[in-house]
């Protein structure tokens, strides 16, 4: 791996006036971006700006951090410096992806952070700043987020908090039937502290953003107010409590009049903490209740476990690509090498300029592919078997194509509750990594099911697209007779999770499928949701593969990893009858 280096500062732990120095627009977050790079000499920097923290995160610097980046935010380092945290090397990648997940976000388990990671990386990638490794790095983190999000409740509301509110006011205040109290929010928090109370008989206002839903989300009994309206019950309540996800003081200290107990559930708090200040005031938060948070640290700890996994998985990827990417440079490097020792016998041809041109250029693509190849398969016998994952993992979340089915992972079974675990899944045939079968688009198509298993093994060969439009016959012209799979590396992978996956990747012309099905060539993989045109209508390139036989696979990733390999590749679906399609697993094996 990279060196990784980051520094940052908590701006919700800053006085609202120092904060205001961080209101930065997006135009000087990235020439900030770019100057920072430049004064530290990192191979690529990335600028996270959100409501709670400043970081900057810089591969392969040469010099350090804190000052030049200081600076370049017109920030004193001498005044900042006490303000910043730091992270290095592997420390920086379970960092990020804990952060990414919420859990160290002042408003615990929020997923705002996922969309904002996601525009930080784009910005950078915009002006040049990114990298292989840092995109690698954020998009594993952005998708364990989602993940994570999608399958915990993070913002889980415990009922031993409600019952230490309960408590905290028994002991203030003896009997508390009749009592009138104000909850600020609507979050399920201040639905459940509501529900206690009442249930003691206390009379409870409660606001709500939207009265029209107040039947519907508001528990009985309790008498809804506008968020507005809430300093109009100041004088008829003798306790506040505040329990919104909000990032602004629901209650000032300038505000404070009426009431005499405030209990702030929030976090980043609610009340103004100088409001504890007042005389004849008193003012509490979660760490004064007795009580613990045994749903949310049970959520929190299988979080954990989601978020080593991504570690692992994370380290794995880079250290294969890392194998396969020196190989490339070597290749590149060798090839431009031979062509310059070539240049005087080849000028003795007497060729014309345009001749030699195109010679020399043959010869540039011919030899590094050459070369690749042997250093792959000298590679292969030294490491008896390394494997790479080309399919994304089934998460649930909305579908990948427009009018297909969402996927859900769900949990059926807990350890704690059934003493077992046990997911039940929900998904389409065509969801995430799948394969296409003929039966897919074809009235009298050949269903997966038919296929023998042989078919799903195949050598094959990552061709780099990423430069062009159309994928033509001259691309594929030079392929080897021995190849069966041909995987195109367009880099639409980058835009996974990104309106922009939606858009036209580089096109595979029907001329190059005509030739490449005549070579032998029986599995066409992408890493885009679709080898035709979204945007039109029909589907020609799957028609004119599937009505061969032929098979295609999609949504792959990593292809980047693998431009120039040779391989085996090995891609199972599921074993369904009469299958259009399926989700498939997706290896890469030099063994």
Request: with cysteine; aromatic share 8%.
């Amino acid at each position: 791996m990279r060196a990784l280096s980051m520094i940052g500062i908590r701006l919700d732990k800053l006085e609202p006036s120092q904060r205001k120095l961080f209101d930065f627009s997006e135009e000087r977050l990235s020439d900030a971006t770019v100057r920072i790079r430049r004064k530290t000499a990192s191979k690529a920097t990335i600028l996270i700006c959100t409501c709670d923290r400043l970081e900057i995160w810089c591969e392969e610097n040469a010099y350090e951090l804190v000052k030049p980046s200081l600076r370049e935010l017109s920030l004193s380092p001498l005044a900042w410096k006490k303000h910043v945290y730091t992270k290095e090397g592997k420390a920086c990648v379970s960092y990020l992806f804990t952060l990414a997940c919420g859990l160290l976000s002042p408003l615990f388990g929020e997923d705002q952070i996922i969309s904002q990671l996601t525009a930080c990386l784009n910005r950078s990638r915009i002006i040049g700043c990114s990298s292989f490794q840092f995109e690698q790095l954020f998009r594993k983190a952005v998708t364990l987020a989602k993940k994570v999000q999608t399958q915990l409740d993070l913002g889980v509301a415990d009922t031993s908090v409600a019952y230490g509110v309960q408590s905290l006011l028994a002991k203030h205040y003896g009997a508390l039937e009749g009592k009138p109290v104000l909850v600020i929010g609507s979050s399920a928090l201040a639905r459940l502290v509501s529900e206690v109370l009442v249930a003691e008989k206390m009379q409870v206002y409660m606001t709500i953003r939207d009265k029209e839903k107040a039947d519907l989300l508001l528990p009985k009994k309790v008498l809804p107010l506008s968020y507005e309206q809430r300093f109009s019950v100041f004088s008829q309540v003798d306790v506040v409590i505040s329990a919104t996800k909000g990032q602004y003081y629901t209650v000032k200290k300038s505000e404070a009049k009426g009431p005499s107990l405030y209990i702030d559930l929030a976090n980043p708090f609610d009340i103004e903490p100088e409001i504890g200040d007042v005389e004849g005031i008193r003012r509490y938060t979660t760490d004064d209740l007795e009580c613990s948070l045994p749903q949310r640290e049970h959520e929190v700890e299988k979080a954990m476990e989601f978020i080593v996994a991504g570690v692992e998985d994370f380290f794995s990827c880079l250290a294969t690509r890392e194998a396969l990417i020196d190989i490339q440079q070597i290749s590149t490097e060798a090839a431009k090498d031979l062509v310059y020792r070539l240049h005087d016998p080849v000028s003795k041809l007497g060729l014309e300029p345009d001749e030699k041109h195109q010679l020399m250029k043959t010869l540039t693509d011919t030899a590094r592919k050459a070369f690749s190849h042997q250093l792959f398969e000298t590679k292969k016998h030294q490491d008896h078997g390394a494997y790479l994952d080309l399919s994304r993992p089934l998460v649930s979340g909305p579908p990948t194509y427009p009018g297909d089915p969402e996927t859900e992972v769900e949990e059926w079974a807990t350890l704690e509750e059934n003493h077992y675990r046990l997911k039940r899944l929900s998904f389409g045939t065509h969801s995430f990594t799948h394969m296409d079968s003929p039966y897919h688009i074809l009235k009298e198509g050949k269903s997966l099911d038919r296929y023998p298993v042989s078919s799903f093994f195949a050598r094959a060969y990552v061709l780099d697209c990423r430069d062009c439009r159309i994928i033509d016959r001259v691309m594929v012209q030079d392929l080897k007779p021995d190849v069966e799979a041909l995987l195109f590396c367009t880099g639409w992978e980058h835009y996974w999770g990104d309106v922009r996956y939606l858009d036209t990747p580089p096109q595979l012309s029907l001329e190059a499928v005509s030739f490449l099905l005549e070579k032998g060539v029986r599995i066409f993989g992408f890493d885009a949701p679709s080898c035709d045109d979204m945007g039109k209508e029909g589907l020609p390139i799957h028609t004119a593969i599937l009505s061969k036989e032929g098979l295609i696979l999609e949504n792959l990733c990593n292809l980047e990893a693998l431009v120039d390999a040779t391989f085996t590749l090995i891609a199972l679906p599921l074993s369904v009858q009469k299958s259009d399609g399926s989700p498939v697993r997706v290896v890469a094996s030099f063994s």
